[in-house]
């Protein structure tokens, strides 16, 4: 009998893991399943130029994984049972249950509401494709004039205010945050932040707290109301509540705590990887919900996998948070170096980090479709007398 590996979620992390792991394992000894909600491969750094109006090239999963052997399951996790290793879906064939050996885990995030009365009802958000579609809907719906208020100071809050203003100049774009906007930037980065924000005519709020979200606009701490005929909800992430409820080891954030090679401490059949994972970075700090943190967590995770299931000794990858990279519309971008330099003030701005950034997207978007490049191609055979080695690394 084959081991069943089951991969859930094929995004950044999911999609690509999946796909080294068929390039990487023999077909005669390792079956792979994807389970994922939506049929197609969901550039999420993408989707607030998807809610501003600017179409994205569909990439069907069944396509990228055509050829792998992979089996794609178009369906929605709703429970888990690591004990009894088992996965419980609900699909085109309804509630099913699906039996593993070995679960990586990439289910992702989603937006915050930090229980904010209103936030389901009334707002935007842009942290999945069809959040992202509503919004441009309602966005092609306002007559000129109409008024956009965008929630949060994180980056995807400026990448959103700053996307939408540009594309969109017939509308009053507003941004309203409880911190400093741009505030871990250098002084560099933040003066270039502030003149973007200026020259799209960006009405920015800052240290000001929204407890709730109305059909017409905000409510701040304070009590003012702050009118908007769209108010975009961009204040964060959230892990899914699945890993939690299924009795996985979790740190306060929901986000699932493994050992440094991806394993569930609680679970060590369980791997993570992306914005699901709690783990600490080279920096000594923990990973944030990133797509660079996708890559890195991607890596590890598939060579512990590989490792565990063949016998061979697990290789370190590395856990590093270089920097923070910023779209300001289509031809403006900041990157901030961070790791190796938490206090740098270096940053790239300008056209310049533009053209980084949007290769940054073309190379995320085609790894995930060419994730054995450079490998050998089904090399490795199961052992089943293989254990799992904490703390293993490769000399």
């Known amino acids: 009998m ?21 390039c990487r394992l023999h077909a005669d000894d390792f079956e792979i399943t994807v389970v994922n909600a939506d049929s197609d491969f969901v550039e999420r750094l993408r989707l607030h130029q998807l809610a501003a109006g600017r179409d994205l090239p569909y990439r069907p999963l069944a396509d990228i994984f055509a050829g792998t052997g992979i089996r794609f399951r ?8 690591p004990d009894r290793r088992t996965v419980a ?19 992702g995030s989603a937006a915050a509401g930090h229980d904010v009365p209103g936030v389901a009802e009334h707002a935007f958000p842009v942290a999945a494709r069809p959040s992202a579609l509503r919004l441009r809907a309602r966005l092609d719906g306002l007559p000129d004039g109409g008024r956009v208020l965008v929630v949060g100071g994180n980056l995807t809050a400026i990448e959103t205010v700053t996307e939408i203003a540009e594309a969109r100049p017939n509308l009053r774009v507003d941004l309203v945050t409880s911190g400093e906007l741009g505030g871990w930037l ?13 020259r799209f005519g960006i009405t920015v709020r800052e240290h000001t707290a929204i407890t709730r979200v109305g059909e017409h606009g905000a409510i701040a701490a304070d009590g003012t109301t702050l009118a908007a005929d769209v108010t975009v909800w961009a204040a964060g992430f959230a892990a899914h509540p699945i890993a939690a409820a299924a009795g996985l080891a979790v740190a306060e954030d929901g986000r699932i705590r493994v050992d440094r090679q991806m394993r569930s401490v609680s679970h060590p059949d369980v791997y993570v990887a992306g914005d699901a994972v709690f783990v600490v970075g080279d920096n000594g700090r923990p990973l944030p919900m990133s797509c660079a943190s996708a890559g890195f967590t991607g890596m590890q995770a598939t060579a512990a996998i590989i490792g565990d299931r063949t016998g061979r000794t697990v290789r370190t990858t590395s856990l590093a948070y270089v920097g923070n990279h910023i779209s300001l519309g289509r031809r403006d971008a900041i990157f901030q170096l961070v790791d190796g330099a938490a206090e740098s003030t270096w940053s790239l701005r300008g056209r310049p980090a533009a053209w980084v950034k949007a290769a940054i997207l073309r190379g995320a978007a085609w790894s995930v479709g060419h994730p054995g490049v450079g490998t050998l191609r089904r090399a490795h055979r199961l052992d089943a007398a293989a254990t799992v080695r904490p703390g293993a690394v490769a000399a």
């Open 2 to 22: 084959k081991h069943r590996i089951v991969v859930l979620g094929a995004g950044y992390a999911g999609a690509y893991s999946a796909g080294y792991l068929a």
């Open 89 to 107: 879906i609900t699909g085109g064939h309804g509630p099913e249950t699906l039996g593993y050996d070995t679960l990586l885990y990439t289910l």
């Open 74 to 81: 178009v369906a929605r996790v709703t429970g888990l049972d």
């Open 186 to 198: 250098g002084e560099r980065a933040r003066r270039h932040l502030a003149r973007a924000v200026d």
